[in-house]
Nanobody
Framework: QVQLVESGGGLVQAGGSLTLSCAAS????????MGWYRQAPGKQREMVAC???????VYADSVKGRFAGSRDNAKNTVYLQMNSLKPEDTAVYYC??????????????WGQGTLVTVSS
């Protein structure tokens, strides 16, 4: 069992910043990659960031240069610093984790999601 709990979502103006956090608990040893997915209303779910155990992060093209993922393995916590937010970033953001090194398919473990709304 792995439990993932996101926090930090909310309403922000375009151009603003927001930081998401995700705390993992349970069978932490089963976790390798962690990261973030998002799903906007009427849109397909997409990977935002995959954070490897060593801290290297792979980003979706749509957020490169604006978002920064990080990972604190001692705290079993990952973060997503979102800068220069755009209305198209509005979505439910999900914390994810997987036993694999990288997300090949959908991750095995998902949080409940936190809503980020960016107003124009």
């Amino acid at each position: 069992q792995v439990q993932l709990v996101e926090s930090g979502g909310g309403l922000v103006q375009a151009g603003g910043s927001l930081t998401l956090s995700c705390a993992a608990s349970g069978d932490i040893r089963s976790i390798n990659a962690m990261g973030w997915y998002r799903q906007a209303p009427g849109k397909q779910r997409e990977m935002v960031a995959c954070i490897l155990r060593g801290g290297s992060t792979v980003y979706a093209d749509s957020v490169k240069g604006r978002f920064a993922g990080s990972r604190d393995n001692a705290k079993n916590t990952v973060y997503l610093q979102m800068n220069s937010l755009k209305p198209e970033d509005t979505a439910v953001y999900y914390c994810v984790a997987d036993p694999k090194t990288f997300f090949i398919g959908d991750p095995d473990f998902w949080g409940q999601g936190t809503l980020v709304t960016v107003s124009s």
